[in-house]
């Protein structure tokens, strides 16, 4: 089993084992993906070949020519690719990950100057390397991001902590779509960076390195407005800077210098507009086109509405998307299989506000006064990134098609140190010795990642 073979791999290494386990899990998938037989039976992927074939004089025009690639353009990445080929056309295509589909447009040029290949292929090629890349940068940022909150007072207990997260990254159910065009793995480095860089600006305000702090602070927010442009759920992130704003003034509001308070609020407040930033410039965009009726088309009618958002708009009129909309009988089946996701992203979010836990007071080796304030700060920090993880599972059931959770979940790090840390406390150092649920849990996510792999090449569901 790949976590057992990162749990036992000598510490001295630990960024090159994960790679390589990257690597190697990542190949897999893509066996998998390449001997699935037929094209799928859906064909929105060969009409989309077909109107790359009007492309003359250069080769691989067409994307069927490719195989592999072929197998990998499916579902929403039809979109993605269409729009980064040739921009948003149809009014629902600007719920398509505004700033994914830009960052698409740019390196499918490139690599058609390059490579001499039409745009479609371009395309194609360049939103599976990004998933790649990132997929592969976000494994690393969560090694640090774990590493970073959970301390170095005991390395090798902290280490494989990291590891065992990071590990835990790679096999995770969002699967296929962290490797084909989605914007999934990109946000999620975004985040993960974000969520680095915020923890960082925590422990700088510990130490009292106030520039340091803001810096890392205001950047934070910039790299979470950068996955809000991705994914919408990215403006769940605010609630960080909430909470952060929230403790701040309970805890100092008594205190005599106002100015250092003001200062911390003005900050949080910047980094939370940042994070904003990434939904309203693609609003911004659409507003000036729909919004401003001339003789092709008349205003449309979410441009009336108090808060005129396309984005909103789209997920209500055309996939109908609203509160407690999706929960009919026919959608039993989806609610059953993301069941197993929303029970980790609860219970995790109780294990990560519960007022102690062994993660956190086990992983120091200080005495009880040093190993009480390190656990404080410790819980702090998780009890904030862990927000808006319960708010995307909340979101989940009540608004969203609950099934792209086991997708959108893989972005958010406190259920991954939910599984490693019991992993770590059930056990020694000798061997994997992990209770049955948590051993349950693992199997299931790598059984459910290499059938779904098989699926979404053949356009079936789950997606």
């Known amino acids: 089993m790949l976590l057992r073979e990162i749990w036992s791999y000598p510490l001295d290494k630990p960024k090159p084992a994960?790679?390589?386990?990257?690597?190697?899990?990542?190949?897999?998938?893509?066996?998998i993906v390449f001997t699935s037989?037929?094209?799928?039976?859906?064909?929105?992927?060969?009409?989309?070949?077909?109107?790359?074939?009007?492309?003359?004089?250069?080769?691989?025009?067409?994307?069927?020519?490719s195989w592999l690639l072929a197998k990998l353009v499916r579902w929403d990445a039809i979109y993605f690719v269409q729009i980064a080929k040739r921009g948003a056309i149809f009014e629902q295509e600007w719920a398509f990950g505004w700033g994914f589909t830009r960052l698409l447009t740019c390196l499918g040029k490139g690599i058609e100057r390059s490579a001499r290949l039409c745009a479609l292929s371009s395309t194609a090629t360049a939103g599976i390397i990004v998933s790649h890349v990132a997929h592969a940068l976000s494994v690393l940022v969560l090694y640090d991001l774990s590493y970073l909150v959970h301390g170095a007072s005991a390395p090798k207990r902290s280490l494989r902590f990291a590891m065992?997260?990071?590990?835990?990254?790679i096999l995770s159910?969002?699967?296929?779509?962290?490797?084909?065009?989605?914007?999934?793995?990109?946000?999620?480095?975004?985040?993960?960076?974000?969520?680095?860089?915020?923890?960082?600006s925590v422990k700088k305000h510990r130490e009292q390195r106030f520039t340091l702090r803001d810096f890392t602070l205001v950047a934070s927010g910039l790299s979470f407005g950068f996955a809000t442009s991705l994914r919408s759920n990215g403006l769940l992130n605010g609630a960080i800077f909430g909470y952060d704003a929230l403790s701040t003034i309970s805890r100092e509001i008594h205190l005599e210098n106002f100015g250092v308070l003001l200062r911390r609020i003005f900050f949080l407040s910047i980094a939370g507009c940042l994070t904003a930033l990434g939904a309203l410039i693609p609003q911004y965009f659409a507003y000036n086109e729909y919004c401003f009726p001339n003789e092709a088309f008349k205003k449309r009618p979410w441009c009336e509405h108090t808060v005129p958002s396309i984005y909103g708009w789209?997920?209500?009129?055309?996939w109908r998307v609203g509160f407690l909309r999706y929960w009919t009988l026919s959608n039993f089946p989806l609610f059953l299989l993301a069941a197993p996701m929303l029970l980790i992203l609860l219970s995790s979010g109780l294990w990560a506000t519960r007022p102690t836990s062994a993660i956190f007071d086990r992983i120091n080796s200080f005495s009880s006064k040093d190993q009480n304030s390190i656990g404080l700060l410790d819980r702090e920090i998780v009890r904030r990134l862990v927000v808006p993880q319960v708010f995307l599972a909340a979101l989940a059931l009540t608004f969203y098609h609950v099934q792209i959770i086991n997708r959108i979940s893989s972005a958010y790090p406190v259920w991954y140190w939910w599984i490693a840390s019991q992993m770590i406390e059930k056990q020694g150092f000798g061997g994997m010795r992990a209770t049955h649920s948590v051993n349950c849990i693992t199997r299931c996510m790598l059984i459910y990642t290499l059938v779904q792999g098989g699926l979404f090449s053949g356009f079936l569901p789950p997606a």
């Open 18 to 31: 994960l790679l390589l386990y990257f690597v190697v899990w990542k190949l897999l998938l893509l066996v």
């Open 314 to 318: 789209v997920q209500d009129h055309y």
């Open 164 to 169: 065992l997260s990071a590990g835990l990254h």
């Open 37 to 65: 037989p037929g094209l799928g039976y859906d064909t929105s992927t060969r009409f989309l070949a077909e109107e790359a074939g009007n492309e003359y004089g250069k080769p691989g025009c067409n994307l069927l020519d």
């Open 173 to 200: 159910p969002a699967g296929i779509f962290l490797s084909t065009a989605y914007a999934e793995s990109t946000f999620a480095f975004l985040n993960f960076f974000g969520m680095y860089l915020y923890a960082t």
